[in-house]
C-alpha cells in the first residue's frame, strides 16, 4: 500500500526484534524515524544507527517516554517487554498510532475489559489505532489462515504446526534453566500452556468469530518427550533419559468440536521416544481438513547459525513495519487482522 507520503516514525524498544524494527524504519524509503526509546540508561544518548548496527542517522535514544509523546509522529512501533497501559494510552491520545508486536491486542473482545476501555478511549481521544502482529502468533495464526479458510466451504479443522530446532542456540540458561530442557521427566507445567493458551487462542478466536464458528472453550495442556541417548547441542550436554522435546496444542472448540489448533512443537533433538510426534525442521505445518483439503509445509532455506540469528527477527518486525500505512489509515480503535486490509509491503527499487 502506498500513499504517496512519507511516515514519521518512532521505534519503541531495541530488543531483538526492535533492533531490526529500528534497522527496517531508517532504511524504508517511505519511512523516517524521528524518535528512539530505550529502557536502559547505558543506551540512552546512543545514535540510533548505532544501536540498529548501521551507520549514525542522527537521532537519539531516550528513556523518556513524555519527550517522545511530545514529538509530530504517525505511528509508534511498540516493541518493548510488557506494556504499560499508561504509556500505551498517552501515545494513542497524543494522535499517534500504534503498530506492535504485543499480544495483548490481538483480539479486543478478549482482553481485560478495563484495559480494553481504557485502550478504546484514548484511541477515540486520539483518532488513532492500535494493531498487533508479528510471525506467530499473527502471521501463522490469522493472516496466513484466512486465505487458506477462503477455499472452504466446509471447515472440519485447521491445525499449524510450529517447529522450533532449539539445538544451535548456544543460551544455556534460556535453554535449560527457563524453558527446562535436560531436565529430568516430570509432569509439564502447566503455566506454559496456559501462558501461550492467552496468545495463540485469542489470536485463533479472531478468525474463529470472523468465520462464524466462535470458541465456546480454549483448551490448552502439554506433554514432554525424554531424548533415547544422550545428546551434544550448542549449550551444553542433554543427557538419556531428560526432557529433549516439549509439545504444547491449544485448541478451539466450537460446539464442543475442535476447528483451529496450534502445536508448539520445540526440541533439541529428534532422537525422542515420542517418534509419532514427526519432528521436521524449524518452521511450520499447516494442515486444512475440510471439503478442500490442504496441507501445507513452511520451512527455511539452509543457512549458516551467523545467517539464521540474522534473518529470524525479521519474521516478528518487518510485518509490524508493513503495516503502518494500513494501520496509520485505519478507523480508530483496535484494529485486527480481519479488521485491516491485507498487509502489504511497498518496494522502492
Same mark, same amino acid.
Given at each position: 500500500?502506498?500513499?504517496?507520503?512519507?511516515?514519521?516514525?518512532?521505534?519503541?524498544?531495541?530488543?531483538?526484534?526492535?533492533?531490526?524494527?529500528?534497522?527496517?524504519?531508517?532504511?524504508?524509503?517511505?519511512?523516517?524515524?524521528?524518535?528512539?526509546?530505550?529502557?536502559?540508561?547505558?543506551?540512552?544518548?546512543?545514535?540510533?544507527?548505532?544501536?540498529?548496527?548501521?551507520?549514525?542517522?542522527?537521532?537519539?535514544?531516550?528513556?523518556?517516554?513524555?519527550?517522545?509523546?511530545?514529538?509530530?509522529?504517525?505511528?509508534?512501533?511498540?516493541?518493548?517487554?510488557?506494556?504499560?497501559?499508561?504509556?500505551?494510552?498517552?501515545?494513542?491520545?497524543?494522535?499517534?498510532?500504534?503498530?506492535?508486536?504485543?499480544?495483548?491486542?490481538?483480539?479486543?473482545?478478549?482482553?481485560?475489559?478495563?484495559?480494553?476501555?481504557?485502550?478504546?478511549?484514548?484511541?477515540?481521544?486520539?483518532?488513532?489505532?492500535?494493531?498487533?502482529?508479528?510471525?506467530?502468533?499473527?502471521? +501463522?495464526?490469522?493472516?496466513?489462515?484466512?486465505?487458506?479458510?477462503?477455499? *472452504? !466451504? /466446509?471447515? &472440519?479443522? $485447521?491445525?499449524? @504446526?510450529?517447529?522450533?530446532?532449539?539445538?544451535?542456540?548456544?543460551?544455556?540458561?534460556?535453554?535449560?534453566? +527457563?524453558?527446562?530442557?535436560?531436565?529430568?521427566?516430570?509432569?509439564?507445567? *502447566? !503455566? /506454559?500452556? &496456559?501462558? $501461550?493458551?492467552? @496468545?495463540?487462542?485469542?489470536?485463533?478466536?479472531?478468525?474463529?468469530?470472523?468465520?462464524?464458528?466462535?470458541?465456546?472453550?480454549?483448551?490448552?495442556?502439554?506433554e514432554l518427550s525424554?531424548?533415547?541417548?544422550?545428546?551434544?547441542?550448542?549449550?551444553?550436554?542433554?543427557?538419556?533419559?531428560?526432557?529433549?522435546?516439549?509439545?504444547?496444542?491449544i485448541t478451539g472448540?466450537?460446539?464442543?468440536?475442535?476447528?483451529?489448533?496450534?502445536?508448539?512443537?520445540?526440541?533439541?533433538?529428534?532422537?525422542?521416544?515420542?517418534?509419532?510426534?514427526?519432528?521436521?525442521?524449524?518452521?511450520?505445518?499447516?494442515?486444512?481438513?475440510?471439503?478442500?483439503?490442504?496441507?501445507?509445509?513452511?520451512?527455511?532455506?539452509?543457512?549458516?547459525?551467523?545467517?539464521?540469528?540474522?534473518?529470524?527477527?525479521?519474521?516478528?518486525?518487518?510485518?509490524?513495519?508493513?503495516?503502518?500505512?494500513?494501520?496509520?489509515?485505519?478507523?480508530?480503535?483496535?484494529?485486527?487482522?480481519?479488521?485491516l486490509p491485507q498487509?502489504?509491503?511497498?518496494?522502492?527499487?
Amino acid at each position: 500500500m502506498t500513499t504517496g507520503k512519507k511516515y514519521r516514525v518512532i521505534q519503541w524498544a531495541t530488543g531483538n526484534v526492535g533492533s531490526r524494527g529500528l534497522r527496517t524504519v531508517i532504511e524504508h524509503p517511505e519511512m523516517e524515524l524521528v524518535g528512539l526509546w530505550v529502557s536502559s540508561d547505558a543506551k540512552a544518548g546512543k545514535d540510533a544507527g548505532e544501536l540498529a548496527g548501521i551507520a549514525p542517522v542522527g537521532i537519539k535514544a531516550t528513556t523518556s517516554a513524555a519527550e517522545l509523546i511530545a514529538l509530530d509522529a504517525d505511528c509508534v512501533l511498540y516493541m518493548r517487554q510488557g506494556v504499560d497501559w499508561d504509556e500505551v494510552c498517552a501515545i494513542l491520545e497524543s494522535g499517534k498510532n500504534i503498530s506492535t508486536t504485543r499480544g495483548e491486542f490481538h483480539n479486543p473482545e478478549m482482553m481485560d475489559q478495563a484495559a480494553r476501555a481504557r485502550v478504546e478511549e484514548a484511541c477515540r481521544k486520539g483518532g488513532t489505532s492500535v494493531y498487533s502482529t508479528g510471525s506467530s502468533p499473527g502471521f +501463522i495464526t490469522e493472516a496466513l489462515a484466512i486465505p487458506l479458510l477462503s477455499m *472452504q !466451504r /466446509r471447515l &472440519d479443522c $485447521l491445525t499449524i @504446526d510450529e517447529f522450533a530446532d532449539c539445538s544451535s542456540r548456544n543460551s544455556p540458561e534460556m535453554l535449560f534453566q +527457563i524453558m527446562g530442557f535436560a531436565s529430568p521427566m516430570g509432569p509439564y507445567d *502447566q !503455566r /506454559r500452556a &496456559d501462558h $501461550l493458551k492467552y @496468545d495463540f487462542g485469542n489470536s485463533l478466536a479472531v478468525i474463529a468469530d470472523a468465520i462464524g464458528l466462535s470458541f465456546d472453550e480454549i483448551e490448552a495442556f502439554g506433554e514432554l518427550s525424554p531424548v533415547t541417548e544422550d545428546v551434544s547441542i550448542a549449550a551444553g550436554v542433554v543427557p538419556k533419559g531428560t526432557v529433549g522435546a516439549m509439545r504444547t496444542t491449544i485448541t478451539g472448540l466450537h460446539k464442543g468440536r475442535p476447528v483451529l489448533r496450534f502445536r508448539a512443537n520445540w526440541y533439541i533433538s529428534t532422537k525422542i521416544a515420542a517418534q509419532d510426534w514427526n519432528l521436521r525442521d524449524s518452521g511450520w505445518r499447516v494442515k486444512v481438513e475440510g471439503d478442500t483439503p490442504l496441507d501445507i509445509e513452511i520451512t527455511y532455506p539452509e543457512m549458516s547459525q551467523a545467517d539464521y540469528a540474522a534473518f529470524t527477527p525479521g519474521l516478528t518486525a518487518h510485518r509490524a513495519v508493513n503495516a503502518i500505512p494500513m494501520v496509520c489509515a485505519a478507523a480508530p480503535g483496535i484494529r485486527t487482522t480481519v479488521d485491516l486490509p491485507q498487509v502489504i509491503p511497498h518496494f522502492v527499487r
